[in-house]
């Protein structure tokens, strides 16, 4: 039987989390074996988006209209409140004298250059939720995605015209994706065990249109590469038996996976800039050490404080 439940994406996002590390250490670090994943980012990011926007509808199913109450509060509280202690802890684990913090938020607005590094998606997934609470809570049913669309859209044109780096837009579609999924997502299923052959010819499909898509090598077209990976990837994943993958390690790293993405840029800076470490190995261990450490403070932290803010209304 085919799912795509929350079971068996504990190993995904436990993975996407240490392989976004891994992807981003090629900027600190000239290592041949890191090269491959230097590739994963960006489908990374869109499965992270596919998640998401296939999580909200799923929920939207599961509880109705009830879900959106309080819902701008409460997701935006989980998603802004790590990324601003996150950034507390850059600004003070990575200090800079002379540094100018009204100029870092004016680059960002103007140019799109994160504070926090690599934080481009906490704009982009308060955006999304945004765009995806209007759509459910005032758009007619058949009009929900395409509210989604719209919204996703309107997002790619803001920051392709503000002049932002590919990274701001280019996984963008894949949060109406995850959500049309979600929609449709018995439908698919059905479809792919009638006939078992189906399932395979599908896979096939999406796959050789990924190539064609890709091999022009623009952006533009990339941008449904990135519908085509995350969908290729949950086909896959809700056909295994994933949902047995639940170690106490996985179960860690998946729980903090948000935060690592937040937190995992400062021990690289730090570790290049303020407390240089020359050896690739060790710079590698002590990234990763450190980023889960500042992941669970950081995770632990805005817990407390968010179960604090919510007694007190």
């Known amino acids: 039987m085919m799912s795509f439940d929350k079971d068996k994406l504990i190993l995904v996002k436990a993975l996407m989390a240490l392989l976004i590390v891994a992807d981003h250490l090629n900027f600190f670090l000239d290592l041949r074996w890191l090269k491959p994943f230097r590739e994963l980012g960006a489908p990374i990011v869109s499965m992270f988006f596919f998640i998401s926007g296939f999580g909200l509808v799923r929920s939207y199913q599961g509880k109705g209209a009830a879900y959106l109450k309080g819902f701008l509060k409460k997701k ?17 684990l990575v200090w800079k004298s002379g540094r100018s913090y009204g100029g870092d938020w004016k680059n960002l607005v103007l140019y799109g250059t994160p504070i926090l590094p690599f934080s481009w998606f906490v704009e982009a997934i308060v955006f999304f939720y945004l765009v995806y609470y209007v759509s459910f809570r ?18 790619m044109a803001l920051t392709l015209a503000a002049g932002y780096d590919w990274c701001w837009w280019i996984c963008s579609l894949a949060f109406p994706t995850g959500a049309f999924f979600a929609r449709q997502e018995k439908r698919i299923y059905a479809f792919c065990e009638e006939r078992p052959w189906r399932y395979y010819a599908l896979l096939g499909a999406l796959s050789l249109l990924f190539v064609g898509l890709y091999l022009p090598r623009s952006p533009y077209l990339w941008t449904l590469c990135y519908i085509l990976i995350p969908s290729i990837v949950a086909l896959v994943v809700a056909r295994l038996p994933l949902g047995r993958l639940h170690g ?13 993405y937040l937190c995992h840029g400062i021990p690289m800076e730090l570790f290049r800039d303020v407390l240089p470490i020359q050896s690739p190995a060790l710079f590698i261990l002590a990234v990763y050490a ?16 968010t179960s604090c803010a919510s007694s007190t209304t």
């Open 138 to 155: 005032f758009l007619p049913g058949k009009w929900k995605g395409a509210g989604l669309l719209a919204g996703t859209l309107s997002w």
């Open 76 to 92: 935006f509280l989980r998603i802004v409140l790590p990324a601003l202690l996150a950034l507390g802890c850059y600004y003070l």
């Open 248 to 260: 106490p390690i996985l179960l860690f790293i998946s729980g903090i996976s948000y935060e690592i």
């Open 290 to 305: 450190l980023t889960l450490l500042l992941a669970f403070a950081v995770h632990r932290l805005s817990t407390f404080l």
